[in-house]
């Protein structure tokens, strides 16, 4: 029988990996408490008309990326590509704007993308995101970006380079867009067959283009901050004043819109010096559009996701380690004889609850057998039961790393295990 495997660009995580990813989340929930963030989860597929709404009709990832199917009531819906509209709707449904204030939420989960699979690149991926809804003025731009470059820091990462940009606001992006047609049609036959139809639609999207020939073609295109109108220029020009203050460098690049129709003013992106084409760590922007657009008023919002596929491939080629330790039984408890068997049940599950890993041998292996497998585990401690053991009382317990040992009765293992972790 032929054997099932994973779908093309998904990957299993294997016990062997999942301790890095444990490690990495605890490290992104932590320094997103220090900022104050608060974890919101949302499911997994959620109404087609959120994210052609949200995102926008024309953009990669809803004509071309997204899983759409109908469900047996006829209803047509996406797994998430993104999660941005997602906490949008919820904070909309959930009415969070009556909590008063801002709010800062935070996620970590997978999204879905029918994209072209390479390295860095699944149809299957993760993020960590944040969004700072409610947050009008640029210290809320500043304090997102600021919380990713911390917490990249954490993890070892420092060659990295932060480009910022404005994308102007529904006033003055207008003329801009004009300015870009006016650019950009007499050289429309050499534009990319996907360029050619944005042209019309949405020309600022061109600067985005991975075609080489766009790219050419886009050098000389008029800057968007020669069109920015003064809230936005002002908005931008405070927010590099804030990232001056915070000591965080960065790179202005006017052609930087992101991929994303929702985003206003701030646009940015952080990508790694270490990587060949596919340098993007991650990015982000601010949307104050995006909440009205799906049906709640105007809320001012900042945020950014990270790839988390993309920061284990930077961690890994760095050959960086931030901490992580894969976790290893405190002790592993040889069993001798079935009478040893029937005592230890009992003692497993006191040392378990006293809080110990304890590993016990499940297949009637011979003692040598137990002893090998106590080493593959990494096991720090180990105690060997058998009936002289219970019947005095007294066990042999022996330092895996030292080789030193200690004869003590059932009573003194959690104190002696934990003196010497």
Request: with cysteine.
């Amino acid at each position: 029988m032929e054997i099932i495997r994973t779908i093309k660009g998904t990957n299993d995580l294997l016990p062997g990996e999942s301790f890095r990813w444990q490690f990495a989340e605890a490290l992104i929930r932590s320094q997103s408490s220090r900022f104050g963030f608060r974890e919101i989860r949302t499911p997994i597929f959620e109404s087609t008309a959120l994210f052609s709404r949200g995102i926008g009709e024309l953009t990669d990832i809803v004509s071309k990326e997204m899983y759409t199917f109908p469900d047996r009531g006829g209803n047509s819906l996406t797994l998430r590509p993104e999660m941005t509209a997602s906490v949008m709707r919820s904070f909309i449904q959930h009415r969070l704007d009556q909590d008063g204030g801002v709010q800062k939420l935070f996620y970590i989960g997978p999204m879905f993308r029918a994209e072209n699979v390479q390295k860095g690149r699944l149809r299957q991926f993760h993020q960590w995101g944040v969004e700072c809804v409610s947050a009008e003025g640029p210290a809320a731009d500043a304090e997102v970006i600021a919380l990713m470059i911390r917490t990249l820091a954490a993890f070892g990462l420092t060659n990295l380079t932060l480009r910022i940009n404005s994308v102007g606001d529904e006033q003055c992006r207008p003329v801009y867009r004009e300015a870009l047609r006016t650019f950009f049609t007499p050289v429309k036959d050499q534009l990319c067959p996907t360029c050619q139809g944005r042209l019309e639609n949405n020309p600022m999207r061109i600067l985005d283009c991975k075609s080489q020939v766009c790219q050419t073609l886009a050098k000389g295109a008029p800057s968007i901050l020669d069109y920015l109108n003064e809230d936005c220029r002002t908005h931008f020009e405070t927010l590099q004043s804030l990232l001056n203050a915070l000591n965080i460098a960065y790179v202005i690049d006017d052609r930087l819109v992101r991929g994303l129709d929702y985003y206003t003013k701030t646009a940015f992106e952080v990508t790694s010096n270490d990587l060949g084409s596919q340098n993007a760590v991650g990015g982000g922007g601010r949307y104050d559009l995006l909440v009205s657009q799906l049906g709640g008023k105007p809320t001012p919002s900042v945020g950014f996701a990270i790839g988390l596929e993309r920061l284990f491939i930077i961690l890994e080629e760095l050959k960086l380690n931030p901490g992580w330790v894969a976790p290893v039984p405190d002790l592993y408890i040889a069993l001798l004889d079935r009478e040893a068997r029937m005592a230890a049940a009992s003692v497993i599950d006191t040392l378990r609850t006293e809080g110990l890993s304890v590993e016990y041998d499940l297949m009637n292996r011979s003692l040598k057998a137990q002893l090998r497998e106590a080493d593959r585990l990494g096991s720090r401690f180990v105690v060997v039961i058998g009936s002289q053991e219970l019947s005095s009382g007294q066990f042999r317990l022996k330092n895996m790393q030292t080789g030193t040992e200690q004869v003590l009765p059932v009573q003194e293992w959690v104190q002696a295990i934990r003196r010497e972790k």
